[in-house]
T-cell receptor, first 112, second 111 residues
Framework: KQEVTQIPAALSVPEGENLVLNCSFT??????LQWFRQDPGKGLTSLLL?????REQTSGRLNASLDKSSGRSTLYIAASQPGDSATYLC???????????FGSGTQLTVLP | NAGVTQTPKFRVLKTGQSMTLLCAQD?????MYWYRQDPGMGLRLIHY???????AKGEVPDGYNVSRLKKQNFLLGLESAAPSQTSVYFC??????????FGQGTRLTVV
């Protein structure tokens, strides 16, 4: 059974800092890995999708990397802004049933 | 550009009442999921579907039933609501190996 872990559970940084969020998974036989953002009381918004054959994906100030062999993915946020404050979740797609398994998220606070 | 739409957005039920949550997607996705999200528990999979007419149990299926009679709709039913089913429910859909998209959630309170 796939297990996805996100550390740290919470992170607070001053505005302008570059930061890295971590995601690890136990079963490296994944089809893809997806990063989401969730604002309080809202649904999940897709940020980046990395296919198993890819090493990284970029969108604006966000860069996600994937290392299947070590079971790790990172989300890099450049020049953080208060508007980046949210909970960030990663999810792996794996198994014969192609199920999405979520980490418990990292709650990010960017201080002005 | 609707994506995934959940109905209703909020609901209060009395213990023992029944209700159905509707999820509709307009992206012709094969896969659809129902999750519940509780504080400290993260997102937990209730049931999922890999295509029209098919459903399967997830991690926490007890007390829920689902149906997927049409490809674009995935219904989650509570036959006899219990306070333990108080939660925020999310529906998601995706293609074969594509991005998953989520609805805005249904906040359900069972009193």
């Amino acid at each position: 059974k796939q297990e996805v872990t996100q550390i740290p559970a919470a992170l607070s940084v001053p505005e302008g800092e570059n930061l890295v969020l971590n995601c690890s998974f136990t079963d490296s036989a994944i089809y893809n890995l997806q990063w989401f953002r969730q604002d309080p009381g809202k649904g999940l918004t897709s940020l980046l999708l990395i296919q198993s054959s890819q090493r990284e994906q970029t969108s604006g100030r966000l860069n996600a990397s994937l290392d299947k062999s070590s079971g790790r993915s990172t989300l890099y946020i450049a020049a953080s802004q208060p508007g980046d404050s949210a909970t960030y979740l990663c999810a792996s797609l794996s198994g014969s049933a192609r199920q999405l398994t979520f980490g418990s998220g990292t709650q990010l606070t960017v201080l002005p | 550009n609707a994506g995934v739409t959940q109905t209703p957005k909020f609901r209060v039920l009395k213990t023992g009442q029944s209700m159905t949550l509707l999820c509709a997607q307009d992206m012709n996705h094969e896969y659809m999921y129902w999750y519940r999200q509780d504080p400290g528990m993260g997102l937990r999979l209730i049931h999922y579907s890999v295509g029209e007419g098919t459903t399967a149990k997830g991690e926490v299926p007890d007390g829920y039933n689902v149906s997927r009679l049409k490809k674009q709709n995935f219904l989650l039913g509570l036959e006899s609501a219990a306070p333990s089913q108080t939660s925020v429910y999310f529906c998601a859909s995706r293609g074969w190996n594509t991005e998953a998209f989520f609805g805005q959630g249904t906040r359900l309170t069972v009193v």
